[in-house]
């Protein structure tokens, strides 16, 4: 019995290491020029979900796991609740929904090249043309 238990423990372990190991670390990004140098998960949110004009959100497709996850952890939002949310700022006039961008590279570039650019992607995808201020756990 104990043989088996510890088998099971080991493969539970190895399991949770593994899924563990595909999730991506996602960051928020800024074009380089932007005097941002941090902001909070919540600070983020304000941009992706219309609540403040300051930056030029870029989203992933909604088919997108990483935006899944990403509305989760800065707003703890799903995204029906995100295209509720865009639906009605739309239709009333007060916003328009975040560009959708087929890939983080796509996203990278588009930040890159727009000073009031604002991103997600994962963390592995940073490279020079981009800066980095939230870091989401």
């Given at each position: ?32 020029a932007n005097p941002a140098t941090a902001m909070t998960a919540t600070q983020a949110s304000q941009f992706f ?89």
């Amino acid at each position: 019995m104990n043989k088996l238990f510890i088998h099971l423990l080991l493969a539970a372990t190895v399991m949770t290491g593994a899924s563990m190991a595909h999730a991506a670390e996602l960051v928020v990004i800024v074009n380089t020029a932007n005097p941002a140098t941090a902001m909070t998960a919540t600070q983020a949110s304000q941009f992706f979900l219309g609540k403040s004009p300051m930056f030029t959100p870029v989203d992933l497709p909604d088919n997108s796991p990483l935006r899944a996850e990403f509305y989760k952890k800065v707003a703890d939002k799903d995204l029906s609740e995100v295209k509720t949310i865009w639906s009605k700022l739309v239709f009333t006039g007060k916003g328009t929904a975040p560009k959708e961008l087929h890939s983080s590279a796509e996203v990278k570039k588009a930040v890159a090249a727009n000073p009031t650019g604002i991103g997600y992607i994962e963390r592995s995808a940073v490279d020079a043309t981009v800066k980095v201020v939230t870091v989401l756990p």
